[in-house]
């Protein structure tokens, strides 16, 4: 998608920062916008954005409402969101006006009942890429088995994620990689695209 603008939504503050610093540092000009910024940073940030001054934006969802850009060719979801509703709003944010637009998500493994609870929303399963490097079979498995009902979801305790916020923990025990957000050799694999 040359020339467009790309949206990186975050769940939370901290990971938005870590992940522009970690896509500055890869050789992608980024900027952050989320709720401890503040009007002014936002507004600056916005600005050169549209400007395609730095052509990515890294953003929560509640800094995000109302952002109205176009030429957004890409939107991906670093984090899911745990509000189904927000994929929709997310995803919206792309491909406006009849233009053309992605978005890719990319799901952990204490994310799938995210994804279940986002699939019942849009009344579709989200269409799968298995055959990238970051692919985990046992996870696209573990998905299936779930959605076709032979097997439970991880149950939520309380309300609180397992490990919670941006420091989460996957199947391989490590924390959530900020510092490779060019995708090499990261844990995380694209739900869609």
Same mark, same amino acid.
């Given at each position: 998608?040359?020339? *467009? =603008? ?7 503050? %901290?990971?938005?920062?870590? !992940?522009?610093?970690? !896509? ?13 910024? +503040?009007?002014? $940073? ?8 549209? *400007? ?27 984090? !899911? ?10 995803? &919206? ?11 890719? +998500? ?5 994310? =799938? ?18 055959? %990238? ?15 076709? &009902?032979?097997? *439970? ?8 994620? $397992? ?9 391989? &025990?490590?924390?959530?990689?900020? +510092? ?11 739900? +869609?695209?």
């Amino acid at each position: 998608m040359e020339g *467009k =603008l790309t949206i990186v939504f975050s769940r939370t503050k %901290h990971g938005a920062n870590k !992940l522009a610093k970690s !896509l500055c540092a890869a050789g992608f000009p980024a900027d952050a916008i989320h709720g401890n910024k +503040s009007q002014a $940073q936002r507004e600056k940030a916005l600005e050169r954005f549209k *400007k395609g001054l730095t052509p990515v934006l890294v953003a929560t969802d509640v800094a995000a409402r109302g952002v109205d850009v176009k030429d957004v060719g890409l939107v991906v979801n670093f984090d !899911l969101p745990n509000e189904p509703e927000a994929y929709v709003h997310r995803i &919206g944010r792309t491909g406006r006006a009849g233009a053309d637009g992605r978005a890719v +998500s990319f799901c952990a493994d204490d994310e =799938l009942e995210y994804l279940r609870e986002i699939e019942k929303i849009i009344k579709m399963p989200v269409p799968r890429w298995d055959d %990238h490097p970051w692919h985990l079979e046992a996870l696209a498995e573990r998905h299936l088995r779930i959605k076709t &009902g032979g097997g *439970k979801a991880p149950q939520s305790q309380g309300g609180r994620r $397992q490990g919670g916020g941006g420091n989460r923990r996957g199947n391989n &025990g490590g924390t959530r990689d900020y +510092s490779n957000a060019s995708g090499r050799q990261n844990r995380r694999g694209p739900a +869609s695209r």
